[in-house]
Structures are given as structure tokens and as C-alpha cells.
């Protein structure tokens, strides 16, 4: 009886921790969208500030304040050899995020982030040559393929959108990637890792966003009729946008490996449904086919990855800071479908 209770238990805190992952990364995603298409505030590197700084400010609270979380304690010199090149990556991956999202609609940028499979194997492969066994290139077909369709099939397509989300499918490739090898020996969880890179990412971001988009927003600011409703709206999302981090550490405590993996493809699919419903833009038939193909492509691939990552190896074999020795290694450092959020 008490061990049928605390299944149960179990089962609740996994489901709950999932509905609220969604709820916090569809709702960020479902903002940022409105920001540049509704409020007409077109300024996608001023919000991604907005967002580092609110980010910045709560993993603060959080770790200082309130002692939600412990602080993993950082080297002086690794904060600026390891952490600061990780979030000039961070930076470039988020924004690439935002630009997209500016030029495309909701559900084709979702699609093409959920490319970021292939892109990482890929580099994996030409960059440090680490060899992967036959299914997950097989896995990476359907991922391939769907992505193809969606691309050629896509009503609303913007060039600029679509290499801006492909690009920061490489960068969340290339976050992943140096995480394995800068971070090693530090074992961040989401709320630490925003805590050390929010603020260098603020400062990287700073001052591009002065140059590029300041004349632009002070003119907003002017011909805009309702400001401070907007203000609200933009940085409220840069405050649920820290939740989300915050939501992501209590799924992946909450959930396995391959529930994270399931939840995470099927999170796509109800942005994708959400954004139809709100803002309307036209999916045909073959588009909608596309986007199935390649979120159970990358359902399959998380699944061929938690197969392999059970198999023991031969022995003998060395482990070093490029092999996931358990699921949390297995992890992104910030989860790969979110960090176009943070």
C-alpha cells in the first residue's frame, strides 16, 4: 500500500513538473512572438537583453537570497577562461533564437530547432572525430528529412529567419559540445549555469544592442500609443523566461532520461498547436507532415541515445570528459529546446 502511494506520488510530481515546463516555455515563446509581431517592437537583441538581465537577477535571488539552490563555487580564473567563452556561445545561441522568431512563424522555427540532433552529431564527428555506432546516424534520417519537408513546404518562409534559426541550431551544437570539455569537473544545473552566464552574457550583449537597435527603440518608445502596457509584456517575459530555467532543473529531477527526451519533442508540437491558434499563420498539409516526421525523428534518436548509453562498453575503454557516464551528463547544459528562451 505505501509503496502503491508513492508511485503514485511519483507519477503526479513527473506529470506536474512536465505541465509546467510547457506551460512556462510555450508561454515565453508565445510572448516573444507577440512582442515583435503585435507590439511591433522588432528588436529582437534588446529583448534578449532584457531577458539576460532578468535571468541575471534571479538566478541572484534564488542562489543568494532566498538559498533556493547552492552555489557551485567557480575558480576566479576558470569564470573568465571557461564560463566567459561558453557565454559568448550562450549569447549568440539565444539571440540567433529571438532573430528567427522575429522573421518566422512559431512552428517553423520550432521545427528547424529540432535539428539540433543532427547538427551536434555532425560537428562531433568533423570537429573531434568521435565516431558514433550505425543507429544513430539512421536515427538522424527522419530528423534530415522532416526538416527538408517542412523547409520546401513552408508558406511563410523568410530566408534571413530560416538560416538565423539554422545557425542557432549549430551554436546550441557548438554550446553543447564545449560544455563536454570546458565545464568538466563543474556540475552545473540549469540555475547555476544561468547564474555565471546570464550576467556575462548581459555584458557581451550590451553595447551591440545600444549600436544596432538604440535608435530604433527610443523611436518605439515615441510613436508607440500604449508603452508601459508593452513594458510589462516584455519584461514579464524576460521574468518567465528565468522560471523556465528554473522549471527545467525540476523536470529533469522529476522525470528519466527518455521522459524528458518524449516530453521535450512533444512540448514542440503544443507550441506549434498553441502559435496556430493565436496568431494564425497558414500550415498546409505537407507542412504539418514534415514537422510530425521530424519530432518522431528526434523522439527515436533520444531513444537509440538512452539504448546505447545502457550498453555497457568493452572494457578497458577509457573514460574521458566527451563520455556521458549517466544521464545527466547525457543533458544539455541548458536544455537544447529551451536555450533559445533564456
Request: hydrophobic fraction near 50%; glycine fraction near 4%; include cysteine.
Amino acid at each position: 500500500m505505501e509503496e502503491s502511494v508513492i508511485f503514485q506520488w511519483s507519477v503526479f510530481r513527473s506529470v506536474l513538473a512536465i505541465l509546467q515546463w510547457w506551460g512556462f516555455n510555450v508561454t515565453v515563446i508565445i510572448m516573444n512572438k507577440w512582442i515583435f509581431q503585435k507590439l511591433d517592437f522588432k528588436f529582437p537583441l534588446t529583448v534578449s537583453c532584457v531577458h539576460f538581465i532578468c535571468s541575471s537577477i534571479g538566478a541572484y535571488v534564488v542562489i543568494k537570497v532566498l538559498k533556493i539552490k547552492p552555489l557551485i563555487m567557480v575558480e576566479p580564473e576558470d569564470r573568465w577562461r571557461r564560463i566567459f567563452p561558453m557565454s559568448f556561445v550562450f549569447c549568440i545561441n539565444i539571440v540567433l533564437g529571438n532573430v528567427s522568431l522575429r522573421f518566422i512563424p512559431v512552428s517553423f522555427m520550432q521545427t528547424i530547432k529540432s535539428f539540433t540532433p543532427a547538427t551536434t552529431v555532425v560537428l562531433q564527428w568533423l570537429v573531434w572525430r568521435k565516431h558514433f555506432d550505425w543507429r544513430i546516424w539512421a536515427s538522424l534520417i527522419p530528423i534530415v528529412g522532416g526538416i527538408l519537408l517542412t523547409s520546401v513546404t513552408e508558406l511563410s518562409f523568410n530566408m534571413f529567419g530560416f538560416c538565423a534559426a539554422l545557425f542557432g541550431c549549430l551554436a546550441t551544437s557548438t554550446k553543447t559540445i564545449l560544455a563536454e570539455s570546458l565545464l568538466h569537473g563543474y556540475k552545473f544545473d540549469s540555475i547555476n549555469t544561468v547564474y555565471y552566464m546570464a550576467p556575462f552574457a548581459t555584458m557581451i550583449l550590451g553595447l551591440p544592442a545600444m549600436l544596432v537597435e538604440g535608435n530604433g527603440v527610443i523611436n518605439w518608445f515615441h510613436t508607440h500609443e500604449s508603452v508601459w502596457p508593452a513594458l510589462i509584456i516584455i519584461f514579464s517575459s524576460g521574468v518567465l523566461a528565468f522560471c523556465l530555467n528554473f522549471s527545467i532543473f525540476y523536470v529533469i529531477h522529476s522525470t528519466t532520461a527518455v521522459t524528458f527526451n518524449v516530453a521535450g519533442n512533444l512540448k514542440v508540437a503544443v507550441a506549434v498547436l498553441v502559435s496556430w491558434l493565436i496568431f494564425h499563420n497558414p500550415i498546409s498539409a505537407m507542412n504539418a507532415v514534415g514537422c510530425a516526421i521530424t519530432l518522431v525523428g528526434c523522439t527515436f534518436y533520444g531513444y537509440v541515445r538512452h539504448m546505447l548509453s545502457q550498453q555497457s562498453p568493452p572494457p578497458g575503454t577509457p573514460r574521458t570528459p566527451r563520455t556521458p557516464r549517466n544521464r545527466m551528463e547525457l543533458l544539455p547544459l541548458v536544455n537544447d529546446k529551451l536555450d533559445d528562451k533564456v
